[in-house]
């Protein structure tokens, strides 16, 4: 598909409203920002349809995940474990909109909602298609377990969404906390997370690590407060890297930490659940690279065609996030039950199946695009004025019961023994909480 014929399939205004507001940014806007962010998106969804197999063994369809097959994938993580430059990004962008907003009583109280309209309102129509899905499903004969499996495989990308609602949520304080301590704020939160996997590892305590979901996506989140107040941050780059790679070596060859920086099924430990140091140490590496290269793309973003394309692409983020990896499942499914299982027999990991990857991932991409363009509308900033939003304590409840009913899809799916085959508690929280998170009800 050309880049003609898809902005000819763009919902009405997309691209010219991304076109129109590229050709009106502010000079000393960061646009890198919004360039790191869409390139982090696009390594994570690649990741995940490069290591995740399906494959037909004995006439049933099964899915294997390569880094349990190939160690040498372990290391391909370093490349598509991207969650710490959301985060610093991330923490860029807050640091800056909560910056503005609290000069503005009216702003100030509706920023939260304002902040998690387009982070949870993309949840409700994945959430809902795959309930129906299940529903339909369990009607069929299928199996909770089946359900479970598939729902759980496509929704498990929302672990990170729910994680980063708090950090958001968390912004107010956490800015304050940076207005005070500056760069030692960092220090003491980097700290505090060596200190939990020390004493987690060290004492056999390992319930322990479940705080460094905290510590560690903190830390990295309030870099990028760092980053928004600095202007010698280029300089910082090498010392970045430096310290990654160190702390990396030391971790891994001397400590014993996994290579890899996702889970691996069958191993023992993982960086990611819950997250080790070994994330801040890549999380280093990341920085400094982008610290290194961000004049180079802030060159090439005032160029009006990429900007506006990087614009596009920010704008239906949380849609191509959320849906990829249901594209996936429904490519490989249809190749299993309808088209015979064609391009499921080769070995996963074997010459003959990367040859026809490419062809997998064009696949996937067609699949996925009609799903963004249909539900990229879920991801529009809310039109409704800052005095009809709800405040930041109505807007935290609803925050949390989002993520209270994401992080059990990630967990368990959706699959349940009742009637309807469906954890309708999960869904009914995340549905319920994207509303009192987003509108306001009664007088605040």
């Given at each position: 598909?050309?880049?003609?014929?898809i902005?000819e399939?763009?919902?009405k205004?997309?691209f010219a409203?991304?076109k129109?507001a590229?050709e009106?940014?502010?000079?000393s806007r960061?646009?890198?920002v919004d360039?790191?962010?869409?390139?982090?998106?696009?390594?994570?969804?690649?990741g995940h349809?490069?290591?995740?197999a399906?494959?037909m063994?004995?006439g049933?369809?099964?899915f294997v995940?390569?880094?349990?097959?190939?160690r040498?994938t372990?290391?391909?993580?370093?490349?598509f474990?991207?969650m710490?430059?959301?985060?610093?990004v991330?923490?860029?962008s807050n640091g800056?909109s909560w910056?503005?907003?609290?000069?503005?009583?009216?702003?100030k109280?509706a920023?939260a909602?304002s902040r998690?309209?387009?982070?949870?309102k993309?949840?409700?129509?994945v959430?809902?298609?795959w309930?129906?899905?299940?529903?339909?499903a369990?009607?069929?004969g299928?199996?909770?377990e089946?359900?479970?499996?598939?729902?759980?495989?496509?929704?498990?990308?929302?672990?990170f969404l729910?994680?980063?609602?708090?950090m958001t949520?968390?912004?107010p304080?956490?800015?304050?906390?940076?207005?005070?301590?500056?760069m030692a704020?960092?220090?003491?939160?980097?700290?505090?997370a060596?200190?939990?996997?020390?004493?987690?590892?060290g004492?056999d305590q390992?319930w322990?690590?479940w705080?460094?979901?905290?510590?560690?996506w903190?830390?990295?989140h309030q870099l990028?407060?760092?980053?928004g107040s600095t202007?010698r941050s280029?300089?910082?780059a090498l010392?970045?890297?430096?310290?990654?790679?160190?702390w990396l070596y030391v971790?891994?060859v001397q400590?014993?930490?996994p290579?890899?920086m996702?889970?691996v099924?069958?191993a023992?430990m993982?960086n990611?659940r819950p997250?080790?140091?070994?994330m801040?140490a890549v999380?280093a590496?990341?920085i400094?690279?982008?610290l290194?290269?961000?004049?180079?793309a802030?060159a090439?973003?005032?160029n009006?065609?990429?900007?506006t394309w990087?614009?596009?692409?920010?704008q239906?983020i949380?849609?191509i996030?959320?849906?990829h990896?249901?594209a996936?499942?429904?490519?490989?499914?249809?190749a299993?039950?309808v088209f015979?299982g064609?391009g499921l027999s080769?070995?996963?990991?074997s010459g003959t199946w990367?040859a026809?990857r490419?062809i997998?991932?064009?696949?996937f991409?067609l699949?996925?695009?009609?799903?963004v363009?249909?539900f990229?509308?879920f991801?529009a900033?809310?039109?409704?004025?800052?005095e009809?939003?709800?405040?930041?304590?109505?807007?935290?409840?609803?925050?949390?019961?989002t993520c209270a009913g994401?992080v059990v899809m990630?967990?368990?799916?959706?699959?349940?023994e009742?009637?309807?085959g469906?954890?309708w508690?999960?869904?009914g929280?995340?549905?319920?909480?994207v509303?009192?998170?987003?509108?306001?009800?009664?007088?605040?």
């Amino acid at each position: 598909m050309t880049t003609a014929q898809i902005e000819e399939k763009m919902p009405k205004g997309l691209f010219a409203a991304a076109k129109w507001a590229a050709e009106r940014t502010p000079e000393s806007r960061n646009r890198a920002v919004d360039l790191y962010r869409a390139i982090a998106i696009m390594f994570v969804i690649l990741g995940h349809w490069l290591l995740l197999a399906g494959v037909m063994r004995n006439g049933e369809l099964e899915f294997v995940i390569l880094l349990a097959e190939q160690r040498w994938t372990h290391y391909a993580t370093w490349l598509f474990q991207v969650m710490p430059v959301f985060f610093f990004v991330g923490g860029f962008s807050n640091g800056l909109s909560w910056s503005s907003a609290r000069k503005d009583p009216v702003k100030k109280r509706a920023w939260a909602a304002s902040r998690l309209s387009r982070l949870l309102k993309p949840t409700v129509p994945v959430v809902l298609a795959w309930g129906a899905a299940g529903i339909i499903a369990h009607a069929m004969g299928l199996s909770v377990e089946l359900i479970s499996t598939a729902s759980k495989a496509a929704l498990v990308p929302v672990w990170f969404l729910a994680v980063y609602i708090i950090m958001t949520m968390a912004v107010p304080v956490t800015v304050a906390i940076w207005d005070r301590l500056g760069m030692a704020s960092v220090l003491l939160l980097a700290g505090a997370a060596i200190a939990v996997d020390a004493i987690a590892f060290g004492a056999d305590q390992p319930w322990l690590r479940w705080t460094n979901y905290a510590f560690v996506w903190l830390t990295v989140h309030q870099l990028g407060y760092w980053w928004g107040s600095t202007k010698r941050s280029k300089s910082w780059a090498l010392a970045f890297i430096a310290i990654g790679v160190v702390w990396l070596y030391v971790l891994i060859v001397q400590f014993g930490f996994p290579v890899a920086m996702v889970s691996v099924p069958g191993a023992e430990m993982s960086n990611t659940r819950p997250p080790t140091t070994a994330m801040l140490a890549v999380g280093a590496v990341q920085i400094g690279v982008i610290l290194l290269l961000t004049d180079l793309a802030q060159a090439w973003l005032r160029n009006p065609r990429p900007w506006t394309w990087v614009i596009v692409l920010n704008q239906m983020i949380m849609s191509i996030y959320l849906w990829h990896m249901t594209a996936l499942l429904i490519v490989v499914g249809l190749a299993a039950t309808v088209f015979g299982g064609i391009g499921l027999s080769e070995a996963p990991g074997s010459g003959t199946w990367w040859a026809m990857r490419p062809i997998w991932l064009v696949l996937f991409t067609l699949v996925l695009v009609p799903f963004v363009l249909l539900f990229v509308v879920f991801e529009a900033g809310s039109r409704t004025k800052a005095e009809m939003r709800p405040g930041p304590w109505q807007a935290m409840l609803g925050a949390l019961m989002t993520c209270a009913g994401l992080v059990v899809m990630a967990l368990s799916g959706l699959g349940a023994e009742n009637a309807l085959g469906v954890n309708w508690m999960a869904i009914g929280l995340v549905v319920l909480g994207v509303l009192v998170a987003t509108r306001r009800l009664g007088k605040a």
